[in-house]
């Protein structure tokens, strides 16, 4: 079984359309993180949610819309799709408890390019 | 606030020579330290991570880093390089006592050759 499932692993859309990105884990983690890998292969946290309930918004535009169903769950919606949105990106869960301190378990990233 | 800083974009070794990845970190209060490895179009995995107690870590594939206060480092190593190593290495930090944002190194390249 996949731990941190991502879809779809691929993504090819065109300027100004709306896209998701699927995520689940299967981890019994209460925490989810979405980051953000650009072309120098930088990753940048954008989002997490800790049993549903959003804990780190970084700066990142309104078009992108975090939506946690459960806690098991993390979808990024996108909206109005431009040219640097291109990037891959990175699902990933953890629990919140820092005294373990286990690392993050991440999915395989979905590859995104707008054209 | 913490940050990681990995010296060296791209690091070329020999294969069978010593593998050395340098990371130096900031951060506030005492982190938590992590090192992770991404091979061409996968996600990120673990290799080995720093909490609390023994100062040298023991990862999988025959990493190994020492956490060293003094010199705000977590270099990683391995005694000898092979060429299925070649990979992105990322650095990470991560705050004790709450809060659980990772954050990472630029990465480093490496390049393993014959």
């Known amino acids: 079984d996949t731990a941190v499932s991502q879809t779809p692993k691929y993504l090819v859309t065109q300027m100004g359309n709306d896209k998701s990105i699927k995520c689940e884990q299967n981890?019994?983690?209460?925490?989810m993180y979405w980051y953000k890998q650009d072309s120098k292969k930088f990753l940048k946290i954008m989002f997490s949610?800790?049993?549903?309930?959003?804990?780190i918004n970084e700066t990142v535009p309104n078009r992108f819309s975090p939506k946690s169903p459960d806690k098991a769950h993390l979808n990024l919606h996108i909206n109005s799709l431009e040219l640097g949105d291109s990037a891959v990106y990175f699902c990933a869960s953890s629990q919140r408890d820092g005294g373990i301190a286990g690392g993050y378990t991440f999915g395989s990233g979905t590859r995104l390019t707008v054209v | 606030a913490q940050s990681v800083t990995q010296l060296g974009s791209h690091v070329s070794v020999s294969e069978g020579a010593l593998v050395l990845l340098r990371c130096n970190y900031s951060s506030s209060v005492p982190p938590y330290l992590f090192w992770y490895v991404q091979y061409p179009n996968q996600g990120l995995q673990l290799l080995l991570k720093?909490?609390?107690?023994?100062?040298l870590v023991k990862g999988i594939n025959g990493f190994e880093a020492e956490f060293k206060k003094s010199e705000t480092s977590f270099h990683l190593t391995k005694p000898s390089a092979h060429m299925s190593d070649a990979a992105e290495y990322f650095c990470?930090?991560?705050?004790?006592?709450?809060?659980?944002?990772?954050?990472f190194g630029t990465g480093t390249q490496l390049k393993v050759e014959l």
């Open positions: 990470a930090v991560r705050l004790t006592g709450g809060g659980n944002k990772l954050t």
């Open positions: 949610y800790n049993n549903k309930e959003l804990i």
């Open positions: 720093y909490t609390t107690g023994a100062t």
């Open positions: 981890l019994g983690h209460d925490t």
